[in-house]
């Protein structure tokens, strides 16, 4: 299983739209990821790497991204692998950014400014289920560098190339954002702005779920959406993948 303690990135990254205004002052709750040792995932998607671009674009039931006003979601464990808890979060016409935390009380142990607007990414998730992989390449001098410890991703929603992730630190504003969604395990919805005057782009959409993380190999990772809706199949696919 891949380490998830918190890792550095780049010190910024560009942005759409930036934040209204700065995030409140704030004492937080969210603690350091625990350091005991995960049960080792099943390895498998080791071909991931030659296929993903080739994904179809499904069409299952509709996720619920657009729609659920908040609230919780029901609870679905999986048998395999590692579950962790994935929040991606953005402003109407801002990026979408992900964070990866061991659980809702702790501190993001990844967060990745994504190459997609969250409008589109609702879009998207509206119409069925979404792929997304991000793609970096292997250099002989960065051997030793961990799969999510890379800084700079090539992304691709459904097979085609939108643009560019990166990793960076967590912000005062993600650590916000994780703060006022500590008790969300699973769920939906939209946190109001911080002023009438913002209007709806003030507005920060969120989606927060489970996520089985499974580790292929050392140059390929996948966080699977555990299904609210208890159908056949996740709704949402992140894959890791150096090449």
């Known amino acids: 299983m891949a380490d998830l303690s918190p890792v550095k990135g780049p010190e910024s990254s560009p942005s759409a739209v930036s934040p209204p205004h700065p995030p ?4 937080l709750s969210l603690v350091q990821p625990s350091t005991k040792k995960k049960r080792k995932a099943v390895k498998v998607f080791r071909l991931f790497r030659s296929v993903f ?20 979601l029901p609870d679905t464990r999986s048998a395999v692998g590692n579950r962790i808890t994935g929040t991606l979060f953005g402003y109407r016409k801002g990026r979408v950014s992900l964070s990866i935390q061991e659980t809702s009380g702790t501190l993001p142990a990844l967060v990745v400014e994504l190459a997609m607007l969250t409008n589109v990414l609702q879009k998207e998730m509206s119409l069925g289920l979404v792929r997304i992989a991000l793609e970096c390449e292997k250099q002989a001098e960065k051997e030793k560098i961990k799969l ?10 459904n097979g085609k190339k939108i643009g560019y992730g990166v990793k960076r630190d967590a912000t005062e504003e993600d650590l916000h ?24 782009e003030g507005e920060m959409a969120y989606i927060r779920a489970h996520f089985e993380h499974i580790v292929g190999s050392k140059d390929s990772e996948t ?21």
């Open 24 to 27: 409140p002052a704030q004492s």
């Open 53 to 72: 671009r080739s994904f179809p674009i499904m069409t299952p039931a509709a996720c619920k991204f657009p729609s659920l006003p908040g609230g919780n």
């Open 148 to 157: 999510l410890e890379e800084p700079l991703w090539t992304m691709y929603c």
């Open 223 to 243: 966080l699977y959406m555990l299904s609210p809706d208890g159908n056949n199949g996740p709704e949402l696919s992140i894959f890791f993948v150096r090449i």
């Open 177 to 200: 954002v994780m703060e006022v969604l500590k008790a969300v395990s699973m769920g939906a919805g939209v946190l109001p702005g911080r002023s009438e005057a913002d209007g709806p």
